[in-house]
C-alpha cells in the first residue's frame, strides 16, 4: 500500500499550489482520501476529504472557498488545489486513507495509511 504526496513548495501569499496524492496497493473506492497538515509546534488536523466513490467532499472551515479537493479513479489520484494561500496554510501536508465514516470528523487517529509529506509555506 501506497500514498505518494507531492507538489508542494514556497509561494507568496495570494498564490496558488496544486498538492497530488497517488495511490496503490488497495482498493480506490474502498476509501476516503482526506488531506491533512501539520504546522511546526502544532498538531495534525484533518483539512479536506473526498470519497472518491460518489465525490461528496468536505472541508475544514479554515479553507472553504479557497481549497477545492478532487479524485481521478482512472489514475487513482486525489488533487487538492489550494488558492488565496495565507501564511497561516503553511504546514507539511499529508494524504490519508480512511475509511468513510470517518471522512467527516477526520480523525488522525483513525487514517489506515498515511502518505509522506509534502511542505507548503506560504511567505507573506
Known amino acids: 500500500v501506497q500514498l505518494q504526496a507531492s507538489g508542494g513548495g514556497l509561494v507568496q501569499a495570494g498564490g496558488s499550489l496544486r498538492l497530488s496524492c497517488a495511490a496503490s496497493g488497495f482498493i480506490f473506492y474502498d476509501y476516503a482520501i482526506g488531506w491533512f497538515r501539520q504546522a511546526p509546534g502544532k498538531e495534525r488536523e484533518g483539512v479536506t476529504s473526498?470519497?472518491?466513490?460518489?465525490?461528496?467532499?468536505y472541508y475544514r472551515g479554515s479553507v472553504k472557498g479557497r481549497f477545492t479537493i478532487s479524485s481521478d479513479g482512472a489514475k487513482n489520484t486525489v488533487y487538492l488545489q489550494m488558492n488565496s494561500l495565507k501564511p497561516e496554510d503553511t504546514a507539511v501536508y499529508y494524504c490519508g486513507a480512511l475509511r468513510r465514516r470517518w471522512r467527516l470528523t477526520l480523525p488522525t487517529d483513525r487514517v489506515d495509511y498515511w502518505g509522506k509529506g509534502t511542505q507548503v509555506t506560504v511567505s507573506s
Open positions: 473526498i470519497d472518491p466513490s460518489d465525490g461528496n467532499t
